[in-house]
């Protein structure tokens, strides 16, 4: 079964951190890029950053930059997000998703696999 899992999620305070991991079974992650969504009740959902399949190029929401660290480890099949420095604005439900090409797009119609979703909060 082809299939992504995100983790790491939760409730933080303003300032504080989370490292989101996002887990591919039944396929390999390692020609594909790799993006990571968000979706805030009520708006749409927005791409955050995205890595190539080779980790040579990653890219940011300009409201994310400085903040969050997207990284990749092909051998065990992950990538991860860094988060610092969060603010209640990056609270949503936080998606990973696999294209079939190593380059990087902001459009998530060209993403072909997706998981459920972690939760991230943040709030005093």
């Known amino acids: 079964q082809l299939q992504l899992v995100e983790s790491g999620g939760g409730l933080v305070q303003p300032g504080g951190s989370l490292r989101l991991s996002c887990a591919a079974s039944?396929?390999?992650?390692?020609?594909?890029?790799i993006g990571w969504f968000r979706q805030a009740p009520g708006k749409e959902r927005e791409g955050v950053s995205c890595?190539?399949?080779?980790?040579?190029?990653?890219d940011y929401l300009d409201s994310v930059k400085g903040r969050f660290t997207i990284s990749r480890d092909n051998a065990k099949n992950t990538v991860y997000l860094q988060m610092n420095s969060l603010k209640p604005e990056d609270t949503g439900l936080y998606y990973c998703?696999?294209?079939?090409?190593?380059?990087?797009?902001?459009?998530?119609?060209?993403?072909?696999?997706w998981g459920q979703g972690t939760q991230v909060t943040v709030s005093s």
């Open positions: 998703a696999a294209r079939s090409f190593p380059t990087c797009n902001n459009n998530r119609s060209v993403y072909t696999y």
């Open positions: 039944g396929f390999t992650l390692d020609y594909s890029a």
């Open positions: 890595i190539t399949s080779s980790g040579g190029s990653r």
